[in-house]
């Protein structure tokens, strides 16, 4: 049972390079997110996905795209990485039970741009 | 839109001390509001869900609709509890979850 699982861990890119993270969730949640956490900031949201095939916007957007390739997957690119996007990246999925919503995080995607 | 305010970003208590980490939401709705803790830059895990009305390792929050709060209570500090809270509130669609800028509570032996 892997919950959800991000990948890379740990990254280090140059300016205006680009890449993908990846996130991958098994419990066939409807909703996914994307987060960045930065000092003094808490947990912000970039984008999320309220089931297959749509995305929206959060609060921090810019400079960033997403993916929802399908229930299980929720991608983050990065097109041209500034040094402002070095932070811990959290991949959420939420999903419906009788007693309420239930949400799991990732382990978190370590981004350093240099 | 929806809001989530927690106002200490940093609270520090003695062992055995009461600790409150308080937490209020902005929502025109009747939201669901969750505690996370996170240890060390680790995932964030769930402490509570106010629908369930639990307490885990001694900690509860009740929900205020009249002062729109969510504040986490525990009336004897650990050590152990030294980490990151974090209050979120998840929209009545269910499909938007925010989060509060975290408290770091530290326990002094």
């Known amino acids: 049972n892997a919950g959800v699982t991000q990948t890379p861990k740990f990254q280090v890119l140059k300016t205006g390079q680009s890449m993908t993270l990846q996130c991958a969730q098994d419990m066939n949640h409807n909703s996914m997110y994307w987060y960045r956490q930065d000092p003094g900031m808490g947990l912000r949201l970039i984008y999320y996905s309220a089931s297959e095939g749509t995305t929206d916007k959060g609060e921090v957007p810019n400079g960033y795209n997403v993916s929802r390739l399908n229930k299980r997957e929720f991608s983050l690119r990065l097109e041209s990485a500034a040094p402002s996007q070095t932070s811990v990246y959290f991949c959420?999925?939420?999903?419906?039970?009788?007693?309420?919503?239930?949400?799991?995080f990732g382990e978190g995607s370590w981004l350093t741009v240099v | 839109a929806q809001r989530v305010t927690q106002p200490e970003k940093l609270l520090s208590v003695f062992k055995g001390a009461p600790v409150e980490l308080k937490c209020n939401y902005s929502?025109?709705?009747?939201?669901?509001l969750f505690w996370y803790v996170q240890y060390s830059r680790q995932r964030l895990q769930l402490l509570l869900r106010h629908i369930s009305r639990e307490s885990i390792k001694g900690f509860t929050a009740d929900l205020n609709k009249g002062e729109t709060s969510f504040h986490l209570k525990k009336p004897f500090a650990q050590e152990e509890d030294s980490a990151m809270y974090y209050c979120?509130?998840?929209?009545?669609?269910?499909?938007?979850?925010?989060f509060g800028e975290g408290t770091q509570l530290t326990v002094n032996p």
């Open positions: 979120a509130l998840l929209g009545a669609s269910g499909s938007r979850l925010t």
């Open positions: 929502y025109s709705g009747s939201p669901e």
């Open positions: 959420a999925s939420s999903a419906r039970i009788s007693s309420g919503n239930t949400i799991y």
